[in-house]
C-alpha cells in the first residue's frame, strides 16, 4: 500500500475512532454544563455498549435467518437501547448526586466500576451468530461510496453514526447558546444558587441534563463495541479508556461542542497512529503515550493561562442544597 | 410584567404570617411569629443579627420551609415551596447575597427562568419609569456592587411581583446611592406596591418606612408605627432593655509614627490594579478608618500592609516602639554615648532625662556597667522584604472577616484550641504539636469576652457568627499587637458584641495599639474612628477628621474618581 | 384569586423534600451504616441468585469459606494480606485528600512502583544476598513513587492544574509504561513475565505477603500520629480548609501540597515494592487491578479517619475475596462478579450516608384545606370513638366530607379538555383512590383531633404488601358510606 492509500484509510479510521470520542464528549459537555462533574461517564458508556449489543441481538433474533438485516434498523435499534441504558446510567448518577447530595467524584468512580462489570460480564456471555453480518450492514450509509474516490473513502463511507453524532454536537452547540433551556442550563451549572431563586428548577435540569447526557455517551459505547465485532479495531484499549479521553476533549474544547467535533478527531489520529506506524516496541507505546501527554499540556496550558472566557462552569462538581447556610 | 395601576387592585392584599417556626438543628430561627403586612405600604422588619429577619422572609420568599405555622395572601392560605411559587404570588426577593450568574450580561439575568420572552427596550422602559440606571448589556462581572444590586432589583420586578421584599439594601451603598434608592421605593410605592426591607439600621427605618415590625431572637415583639416611634425605643425594642447607642471614643494624645506608606501600589489576585499610590501615616494610638463602596482596594491594601499580597511599587516603613534596652558598650564607645546623650537620646532608669556633661568618664562608665542608661530607640524596619510570618511577630497583626462567615484567620472545621494554635503551632517539640498554651489562651478568651460555646473542644464553625467573631478578635488582641488591622468586625454581629467590640478597640488604642477599621457603616466609622481615610477605586479621595465632616460629603468622596 | 390557587394546583408537587439533619447521636449512625452494610452483602447474594438461579445459600457459604476458613489458615492469611494491601493504599492516599488534593492517580503510582521494583528484581546481579535486592527494589520503587506523585503536586502547587484529570492521565501513561516494560523485558514470545527469581520473599504462614501485614500496622501507626498529632498534619487540615487561612498564618502552601504528595508517593512505592515482591512475585501492567480505586473509596468512606478506613478496608476485602471465591464456585467469571459486587457495595454505603446526613420530611397537606365552605361546619368537632352514636355521627360526617372531595377532584379531571390527558388522570384517579381515601381520612381526623391506628398499620406493613386489599376494600367501604349518606340525605 503506498503512502497515499494509507493515509485515506487511516483518515478514515480517525473519522470513526473520532465518533466515539464526539459522542462521549458531547454528552459530557452537556453533564459538565450543568454543574456535574461526572466521572461515571466511561461507565456510562459501557452501559450503552451492553444496550448496543442488547438491542442488535434481540433485532437479529426477530429477523428470520433468511431475511437481511435492514441497514436502516440495525443502527436505529442499537441506538435505541443504547439510549436507555446510558439514560439510565444518567439517572443512576443523578440520583446518587442530586438527590442524595454524595460526592460527585465518589459517584462517577463508583459508577465506571459497576459499568465496566455489569456490561462485560454480559457481552460477554452474548451469542456471537450473524453480528459480522450485523457489523456489515453497519458500516456506511451511502453505499456507493466507492465510487467517489478517496473523497468517498474518507468522508461517506461511515456509518450512520458518524453523521449523527456530528449533528448531535452541532444540535447540541445550538441549543446551549441560542435558546432558553440553553441559558437556563449555563445557569444552573454556573450559579445553582441564582437559578433557584430565578425560579428555575435546578433539580430538574440537573437530572434532565445528566440523563440526557448519558444517552449520547451511551450511543458513543454501542457504537465501539458494535463495531469492534468486526476486527476493525485493533486497539486494544477497553471503552473506559475512551471516556477518560473524552472527558479531556470537553476540557480541552472549553466546554464547546463544535470545538469538540475537531479535538475529537485529533485524539482519535494520536489514538490509531500506533497501529499504522511499525517499528520496535518503545516507537509503539512512546505512540500510546501520546494522547494522555497531549491532554496533560492542554490542562497545564489551560491552568497557566486561566483566562474569564475559558472558564468551568464556576459550579462544577459541587451539589446545590437551597437550606444550605 | 409591570402590574397594573393601583385603582384596579379592588382588595386590600395582605401577607399575614401565623406562628410561623423555623428550626436549624438546635437553633430556633423563629419562633412561634405572627404579625401582617398591608398592601402598599414601605413595611420595615427590624431587628438584629440573628433575630430571625432572614429566615422569616426566606420563608415567605420559597427559599425555606417552614416547620410550623402557616402564610395567608389575601386570608387564602398558601404552600409556598420554591421562589417560583412566591413568584407565582407575585412575591420577590432581593437576598443581600446577590444571585446572579457572573458570566452574563445583566439582559441574560433577567431573562432566567422567564416563560415569556423579553426584549432589550423593555428592560430600558423599567428602567425610565421607576429611575433605575443599568445598562443591559454589561456582563455582572464588570458591574459595581450597587449596579449589581440595581440588577436584582429590576430582575424581580420583571417577574410581575407585586411584592418586592429587600434584605439589607443599604449595606453595600454610599449615601448617595441611599438617597437615589429610598427615591426608587417611594416610586414604586406610589405605583401599588408593597416594599418589604429587612434591615438594622435605625435612621433608614425611620426616613422610609410606614410600619416597622421588630424581631428580637427569634421571637415576634411588636409592630409600631413610624410616625409614633423613635430611634430610641426601636433600638430599646430591639435589645430587649435600654441601651446607650453612643460609641466611646477616647481622646488621647497620638504617638508618633507607626506606619509610614509612600507611593503605595499592589494588584489583586487577579492581576488587575486595586490600590495606586496611597500614602498615608498612621500614629499609635490612634483608631483610622477606612470608608469606602465594597471594592475599592480596602482588602488589597491591608493584604500587601500584612505581607500577604506583593506590593508592585511603593514602600511601607513600620517604625517598631522597642522596648526600652541599657546602654551597654558593645554598642558605642563612650566619646558616642556622650554624643547621643547629649542629643537627647537616653534617659535614666527612672525616666527623667539623662545628662551626661557633668560626670567624669569613671562615672559614665560606672553607670554603664550598673545598666543605669537606658536607650529607647525606634527601630524602623521596611515590610517590604518580610515574609508574613516575620511581619506578625513583629506584632502587625490582621483580623479579617470578609464576606464569607468564618473569615480569613479561622478554620471552621477545627475546634477552639486548634484554632488559638494558628498562631503558635510551629513551637511544639520534635514535630509533634503543643496544645496545651492554646488551650489555656482559649479558655481565657473564652470567659473575658462571655463567648457561648460548649466548650473549647466545639468545632469553630457550629458558633454563631457574633461568637466566631469574637475568638477572631480576641485571639488576635491577645497577643498585645502594634498594629491591628480589622475590616469589617462586627459584620453579622448583634449590637451588644458590636460594642462590645467597639469598646475593645477604644481599649487597645489606650494601650498605645494602632488601628485600622475598614467597616461599611459610615455612622460608625464616624463615631468611632479618629481619622477617616476614603479609598476610592483604588486611590485615596480624601483623608478627613470624622468631627468635622458631614456623611454626605465622605458619601461624595466615596464615589468621586 | 382563582388563578393563583388553581396554578398552585397545576403545577406538580412532589410530596417529599429533603432538610439536613443535625446532631445525629454516635450509635444511630452507626447503626445505619452496619444496616447498609448487611444489606450490601445481602443485595450481592439476590445479584448472584438472579445470575445464576438457586445459589443464594451457596453464595453466602461460599463467601464465608472463602475469608474465614479456619481449616486452612492461608484464606485468613490472604484475607488480612489484602485488607492490609487495601489498608496502606487508603492510608496513603489519607493526608492528600485531607488537603483536598484529589487524587484518583493511585494505580498509576502503585504501577509505576511495582515497574520499577520489578525492573531491579530481575536484573539485578544475582551474586548479591536476596536482602540487598530487596532492599535496592524497595528503595527503587520508593524514588518511583515520590517522582509519579510529586509531578501533578508541582503543577497544582504552581499553576492549580485540576488534579483529578492530571492524575487519571498519570494513571494511563503508567499503565503504557507498564506495558512497554513487559514486552521489552521478556525474551521471545511469551506475554507473561514469569516468576521473579530473587528478589522475594519467602513464604510465612502459606503467603508470601505475610510481611504486607506487618507494614500496613506501622504505616497505620505513622499516618495517625503524622495526621493528628504532628506538625505537618496540622498544616495540612489548615491548608484543606481554607488556602487563605493558611497563607494568613504563613504557611507555604505549595511546601505543603509538595511534601504530602512526597508521603504519598512514598508509601505507594512501599506498595509497589510489596506488591511485586512479596505478593505476587510477577509483574504485567494490570498488576494493580483497579485496587488504587478502590482504595480511594475507602479513604473518602473512611471520612478520612484511620480508624474507619480500617473497617472499611477489612469490609472490601472480605467483598472482594469471598465473592471472587464464590463466582468460581457457580461459575461465573469472578473479576467481573465481584467488581458488581463491590460497586453494589460502595453504592450502598453511600446511601446510608446520605441518610445519616439527611431526613425527608412530607409537605403539609394543603390540598384538603382549602374547602372552607363545606369544612367550617365539621370544623372543630370532637368525636369519641367508643360511643357507638358518635361513631355514626363520625361516618356520615366523614362520607359527606369525601363525597365533596370526590366530586372536586372528578370535575377537575372532566374539565381538562384534551382527551388523552382526561383519560390518564381518570385511570391515575382510580389508581390512587386508597391514598384519597387515606388523605381524606387523615385530614379528617387531623381536624377532629382524631387519631386511628389503621394508618399507621399501613405505614408499618408498607403500602405496597396492603394496597390491592385496601383498593379493594376501600371501594366496599365507601359503597357503604355512600348508601348510608344517601339513605341519610333522603331520610
Not at chain 2, 401599588?192 to 416597622?212: A, P
Not at chain 3, 478502590?294 to 472480605?318: C, D, M, N, Q
Amino acid at each position: 500500500m503506498n503512502f497515499f492509500d494509507t493515509a485515506v484509510s487511516f483518515l478514515s479510521l480517525a473519522i470513526k475512532f473520532s465518533t466515539v470520542f464526539l459522542f462521549g464528549a458531547t454528552g459530557e459537555i452537556i453533564n459538565q454544563k450543568s454543574g456535574h462533574l461526572n466521572m461515571g461517564t466511561p461507565g456510562i458508556m459501557y452501559f450503552g455498549a451492553l444496550g448496543g449489543v442488547l438491542g442488535e441481538r434481540i433485532y437479529i433474533m426477530c429477523t428470520p435467518a433468511e431475511m437481511p438485516l435492514n441497514s436502516v434498523l440495525i443502527v436505529l435499534i442499537p441506538v435505541l437501547f443504547a439510549i436507555i441504558f446510558g439514560a439510565f446510567g444518567g439517572l443512576i448518577f443523578s440520583f446518587f448526586t442530586v438527590t442524595l447530595h454524595c460526592n460527585q467524584n465518589v459517584t462517577g468512580l463508583t459508577l465506571t466500576t459497576l459499568g465496566v462489570g455489569v456490561s462485560c460480564l454480559f457481552i460477554s456471555g452474548m451469542p456471537m451468530d450473524r453480528m459480522a453480518e450485523a457489523g456489515l450492514q453497519m458500516q456506511s450509509a451511502f453505499p456507493g461510496y466507492k465510487s467517489l474516490g478517496w473523497f468517498g473513502e474518507i468522508f461517506l463511507s461511515q456509518s450512520w453514526f458518524t453523521y449523527l453524532g456530528i449533528v448531535i454536537a452541532i444540535a447540541t452547540a445550538i441549543i446551549i447558546s441560542k435558546t432558553k433551556v440553553g441559558l437556563n442550563l449555563r445557569a444552573v451549572g454556573e450559579n445553582a444558587a441564582a437559578a433557584d431563586s430565578a425560579g428555575i428548577n435546578v433539580n430538574a435540569y440537573r437530572y434532565i441534563a445528566t440523563i440526557i447526557g448519558g444517552a449520547i455517551a451511551g450511543i458513543g459505547g454501542a457504537f465501539y463495541e458494535l463495531d469492534k465485532t468486526k476486527g476493525m479495531f485493533n486497539i486494544a484499549d477497553g471503552i473506559d479508556a475512551f471516556g477518560w479521553l473524552a472527558l479531556c476533549i470537553v476540557i480541552f474544547s472549553m466546554w464547546k461542542p463544535l470545538i469538540a467535533i475537531f479535538a475529537s478527531f485529533g485524539f482519535a489520529c494520536l489514538s490509531i497512529l500506533p497501529s499504522f506506524v511499525s517499528g520496535n516496541d518503545y516507537i509503539t507505546y512512546g505512540l500510546k503515550i501520546l494522547p494522555y501527554l497531549a491532554t496533560l499540556l492542554v490542562l497545564i496550558i489551560t491552568s497557566i493561562i486561566n483566562s474569564k472566557k475559558a472558564q468551568a462552569p464556576a459550579s462544577l462538581g459541587v451539589t446545590y442544597f437551597r437550606e444550605d447556610r | 410584567m409591570v402590574s397594573p395601576p393601583a385603582l384596579l387592585i379592588t382588595f386590600m392584599e395582605n401577607i399575614r404570617f401565623e406562628n410561623i417556626t423555623k428550626i436549624f438543628g438546635s437553633i430556633v430561627a423563629n419562633n412561634n411569629v405572627s404579625f401582617s403586612i398591608d398592601t402598599g405600604e414601605v413595611f420595615c422588619i427590624l431587628g438584629e443579627n440573628g433575630s430571625g429577619k432572614t429566615t422569616l422572609l426566606n420563608v415567605l420568599a420559597g427559599i425555606y420551609k417552614q416547620d410550623e405555622g402557616r402564610v395567608y395572601i389575601n386570608e387564602k392560605e398558601v404552600n409556598i415551596n420554591s421562589p417560583k411559587d412566591a413568584y407565582a404570588h407575585k412575591i420577590g426577593m432581593v437576598h443581600q447575597h446577590f444571585k446572579l450568574v457572573n458570566v452574563f450580561t445583566a439582559f441574560e439575568n433577567i431573562s432566567l427562568g422567564s416563560k415569556t420572552k423579553y426584549t432589550v427596550q423593555q428592560v430600558v422602559d423599567l428602567c425610565n419609569k421607576y429611575g433605575f440606571k443599568l445598562d443591559p448589556n454589561k456582563r455582572v462581572y464588570d458591574m459595581s456592587v450597587s449596579e449589581k444590586q440595581t440588577l436584582e432589583i429590576v430582575k424581580t420586578l420583571f417577574r410581575g411581583v407585586d411584592t418586592l421584599i429587600l434584605d439589607e439594601p443599604t449595606a453595600v451603598l454610599t449615601p448617595q446611592e441611599i438617597a437615589h434608592l429610598f427615591d426608587i421605593i417611594r416610586n414604586m410605592k406610589k405605583d401599588g406596591k408593597t416594599i418589604v426591607i429587612i434591615t438594622h439600621k435605625l435612621n433608614e427605618v425611620m426616613e422610609i418606612s410606614d410600619r416597622i415590625a421588630i424581631l428580637r431572637k427569634g421571637e415576634y415583639i411588636t409592630t409600631v408605627k413610624t410616625s409614633e416611634t423613635n430611634e430610641k425605643q426601636l433600638a430599646e425594642l430591639m435589645v430587649g432593655h435600654k441601651i446607650d447607642l453612643n460609641i466611646h471614643r477616647s481622646k488621647i494624645p497620638t504617638t508618633g509614627v507607626r506606619l509610614h506608606i509612600e507611593n503605595l501600589s499592589a494588584v489583586n489576585r487577579d492581576g488587575e490594579i486595586a490600590i495606586k499610590d496611597i500614602s498615608f501615616d498612621l500614629y499609635g494610638s490612634e483608631i483610622l478608618g477606612i470608608a469606602g463602596i465594597s471594592g475599592s482596594g480596602q482588602k488589597e491594601l491591608l493584604e500587601t500592609i500584612a505581607g500577604l499580597n506583593k506590593e508592585t511599587s511603593g514602600s511601607i516603613i513600620f517604625t517598631n516602639p522597642k522596648k526600652e534596652q541599657p546602654v551597654t558598650f558593645f554598642h558605642k564607645n563612650i566619646k558616642q554615648i556622650r554624643e547621643l546623650a547629649s542629643q537627647g537620646k537616653f534617659h535614666l532608669k527612672d525616666g527623667s532625662p539623662c545628662d551626661l556633661t557633668n560626670k567624669s568618664n569613671k562615672e559614665v562608665i560606672e553607670m554603664v556597667n550598673n545598666e543605669e542608661i537606658i536607650f529607647y530607640e525606634d527601630e524602623i524596619i521596611d515590610l517590604k522584604y518580610k515574609k508574613p510570618i516575620e511581619i506578625r511577630d513583629l506584632g502587625i497583626k490582621l483580623s479579617f472577616v470578609p464576606e464569607d462567615r468564618l473569615g480569613m484567620g479561622l478554620v471552621g472545621s477545627m475546634d477552639l484550641i486548634d484554632n488559638m494554635m494558628l498562631r503558635s503551632f510551629r513551637k511544639g517539640h520534635a514535630g509533634l504539636l503543643d496544645r496545651r498554651k492554646p488551650a489555656a489562651l482559649a479558655q481565657k478568651i473564652v470567659d473575658e469576652l462571655e463567648v457561648k460555646t460548649p466548650n473549647i473542644h466545639t468545632q469553630v464553625k457550629k458558633l454563631s457568627g457574633g461568637n466566631i467573631q469574637k475568638i477572631l478578635v480576641g485571639r488576635e488582641l491577645s497577643s498585645r499587637p502594634k498594629i491591628l488591622m480589622t475590616a469589617y468586625p462586627v459584620r453579622g454581629l448583634d449590637i451588644n458584641s458590636s460594642y462590645l467590640i467597639y469598646n475593645l478597640l477604644d481599649e487597645q488604642k489606650k494601650k498605645g495599639t494602632s488601628i485600622i477599621f475598614v467597616g461599611e457603616d459610615l455612622d460608625v466609622l464616624m463615631a468611632l474612628c479618629d481619622r477617616l481615610l476614603v479609598l476610592s477605586n483604588g486611590h485615596i479621595s480624601g483623608i478627613v477628621d470624622p468631627t468635622k465632616v458631614s456623611k454626605e460629603e465622605i458619601g461624595l468622596l466615596m464615589t468621586r474618581g | 384569586m382563582e388563578k393563583v390557587v388553581s396554578k398552585e394546583k397545576k403545577n406538580f408537587k412532589f410530596p417529599l423534600y429533603v432538610t439536613k439533619k443535625i446532631g445525629l447521636p454516635a450509635w444511630k449512625y452507626w447503626l445505619i451504616r452496619i444496616v447498609g452494610i448487611l444489606g450490601a452483602f445481602l443485595l450481592a447474594g439476590i445479584v448472584c441468585t438472579i445470575l445464576k438461579p438457586g445459589t443464594f445459600g451457596l453464595f453466602f457459604s461460599e463467601l464465608f469459606r472463602g475469608c474465614f476458613d479456619f481449616s486452612d489458615i492461608t484464606t485468613i492469611v490472604e484475607l488480612l494480606v489484602l485488607t492490609s494491601l487495601l489498608l496502606l493504599i487508603a492510608l496513603a492516599l489519607t493526608p492528600a485528600f485531607k488537603m483536598k488534593f484529589w487524587n484518583i492517580g493511585a494505580e498509576g503510582q502503585i504501577l509505576i512502583s511495582c515497574l520499577v521494583s520489578a525492573g531491579i528484581a530481575k536484573f539485578a546481579p544475582s551474586d548479591l544476598p536476596n536482602i540487598v535486592i530487596l532492599i535496592m527494589a524497595c528503595g527503587g520503587a520508593i524514588v518511583a513513587g515520590i517522582v509519579w506523585s510529586v509531578i501533578p503536586a508541582i503543577f497544582k502547587a504552581f499553576f492549580n492544574t485540576n488534579e483529578t484529570l492530571f492524575t487519571l492521565m498519570m494513571n494511563y501513561i503508567a499503565t503504557v509504561l507498564g506495558g512497554l516494560a513487559v514486552s521489552v523485558w521478556i525474551k521471545s514470545g511469551s506475554q507473561s513475565f514469569g516468576l521473579l527469581k530473587q528478589g522475594i520473599f519467602s513464604e510465612i504462614m502459606g503467603s508470601t505477603g505475610t510481611l504486607t501485614i506487618v507494614f500496613a500496622i506501622l504505616v497505620f501507626i505513622l499516618v495517625f500520629f503524622y495526621i493528628k498529632k504532628s506538625i505537618h498534619g496540622y498544616e495540612v487540615t489548615v491548608v484543606g480548609e481554607s488556602v487563605n487561612t493558611a497563607r494568613y498564618v504563613g504557611i507555604n502552601v505549595r511546601k505543603v501540597i509538595i511534601r504530602t504528595m512526597i508521603f504519598t508517593g512514598a508509601i505507594m512505592g512501599l506498595i509497589g515494592f510489596l506488591i511485586v515482591c512479596a505478593i505476587n512475585q510477577t509483574f504485567n501492567d494490570s498488576i494493580v487491578g483497579g485496587k488504587g480505586f478502590t482504595g480511594v473509596l475507602i479513604a473518602w468512606l473512611g471520612h478520612f479517619e484511620p480508624g474507619e478506613i480500617l473497617l472499611f478496608s477489612f469490609l472490601a476485602a472480605v467483598m472482594e475475596q469471598g465473592t471472587t471465591t464464590a463466582a468460581s464456585a457457580v461459575s461465573m467469571s469472578s473479576f467481573l462478579f465481584s467488581s458488581i459486587c463491590t460497586g453494589i457495595f460502595f453504592f450502598v454505603i453511600i446511601a446510608c450516608e446520605f441518610f445519616s446526613s439527611y431526613q425527608i420530611k412530607a409537605h403539609h397537606n394543603k390540598e384538603f384545606m382549602s374547602y372552607h365552605g363545606e369544612q367550617k361546619a365539621l370544623r372543630r368537632k370532637k368525636y369519641s370513638v367508643q360511643d357507638p352514636s358518635e361513631k355514626e355521627q363520625y361516618r356520615k360526617d366523614f362520607a359527606a366530607f369525601f363525597i365533596t372531595i370526590k366530586n372536586e377532584k372528578l370535575e377537575k379531571i372532566k374539565s381538562e379538555k384534551n382527551g388523552f390527558k382526561r383519560f390518564v388522570k381518570t385511570i391515575g384517579y382510580k389508581i390512587s383512590y386508597p391514598f384519597s381515601w387515606m388523605k381524606a381520612r387523615r385530614t379528617f381526623n387531623k381536624r377532629n383531633n382524631k387519631h386511628f391506628s389503621f394508618l399507621n398499620l399501613m405505614k408499618i406493613f408498607g403500602y405496597g404488601i396492603t394496597y390491592p386489599v385496601f383498593w379493594i376494600t376501600c371501594h366496599i367501604r365507601f359503597a357503604k358510606l355512600n348508601k348510608k349518606a344517601m339513605k341519610g340525605e333522603n331520610a
